[in-house]
């Protein structure tokens, strides 16, 4: 089962989140092979992380809740709200598979959550949902999904990670995706966002 999970920092705990690297890096590489994609969130100026994403294959939810809360940053008090939902990788890779990386893009992280209650008016948009980020945005998707209830019957929302040439793009995509058009989300958010990792700052 795939799962999302967005770790979101708790007001200047950066420089615990710089102490404790090593000690993060070392619980994710326990789940290397269930990686899908992973990384940071960031100020606009990219010089600050806001939170962090991971998104992992795991067997169950009782998994994914020791994957978010076992968690080193988690235990320390760097993360003030943490996220995790089923998801379903719509791509079927990883985000160490995405063929972009155009100069001078950027890379966003997309959380669009859903309304109460719009299961079946999301279930009608499926395939228009589909046809737009296929035939408008198939080269710039590096992960992207639907956020499901735990037991995935239930449609929660939606997250993409693209590269984008700027802010304003990313908010164009998300702002004329049939689901937000129909008015199924209820709050939106766009993060910058880069890969993560050892090689990562």
């Given at each position: 089962m795939?799962?999302?999970?967005?770790?979101?920092?708790?007001?200047?705990?950066g420089?615990?989140?710089?102490?404790?690297?090593?000690?993060?890096?070392?619980?994710v590489?326990r789940?290397?092979?269930?990686?899908?994609?992973?990384?940071?969130?960031?100020?606009?100026?990219?010089?600050?992380?806001?939170?962090?994403?991971?998104?992992?294959?795991?067997?169950?939810?009782?998994?994914?809740?020791?994957?978010?809360?076992?968690?080193?940053?988690?235990?320390?008090?760097?993360?003030?709200?943490?996220?995790?939902?089923?998801?379903?990788?719509?791509?079927?890779?990883?985000?160490?598979q995405?063929?972009?990386?155009?100069?001078?893009?950027?890379?966003?992280?997309?959380?669009?959550?859903?309304?109460?209650?719009?299961?079946?008016?999301?279930?009608?948009?499926?395939?228009?949902?589909?046809?737009?980020?296929d035939h408008?945005?198939?080269?710039?998707?590096?992960?992207?999904?639907?956020?499901?209830?735990?037991d995935?019957?239930?449609?929660?929302?939606?997250?993409?990670?693209?590269?984008?040439?700027?802010r304003?793009?990313?908010?164009?995509?998300?702002?004329?995706?049939?689901?937000?058009q129909?008015?199924?989300?209820?709050?939106?958010?766009?993060?910058?966002?880069?890969?993560?990792?050892?090689?990562?700052?």
């Amino acid at each position: 089962m795939e799962y999302f999970i967005y770790c979101r920092d708790r007001p200047d705990s950066g420089a615990l989140r710089s102490e404790l690297a090593e000690a993060h890096w070392a619980f994710v590489d326990r789940y290397a092979d269930a990686m899908i994609a992973r990384g940071p969130t960031l100020t606009s100026d990219g010089l600050a992380a806001t939170g962090s994403v991971h998104i992992v294959d795991l067997p169950d939810a009782e998994a994914a809740h020791v994957f978010a809360f076992d968690e080193p940053n988690y235990k320390a008090g760097v993360y003030g709200e943490v996220l995790v939902r089923r998801w379903s990788n719509t791509l079927g890779r990883t985000m160490w598979q995405f063929a972009g990386s155009m100069a001078g893009y950027h890379r966003f992280l997309i959380i669009a959550h859903g309304r109460s209650g719009v299961t079946a008016a999301r279930n009608a948009l499926h395939r228009e949902h589909h046809h737009y980020l296929d035939h408008g945005y198939r080269d710039c998707l590096i992960a992207c999904g639907p956020l499901l209830s735990e037991d995935g019957a239930q449609w929660r929302g939606t997250a993409i990670l693209v590269e984008l040439p700027n802010r304003s793009a990313a908010d164009a995509l998300i702002a004329q995706e049939p689901y937000a058009q129909a008015g199924l989300y209820e709050d939106i958010e766009v993060h910058d966002w880069r890969f993560g990792g050892r090689s990562q700052t």
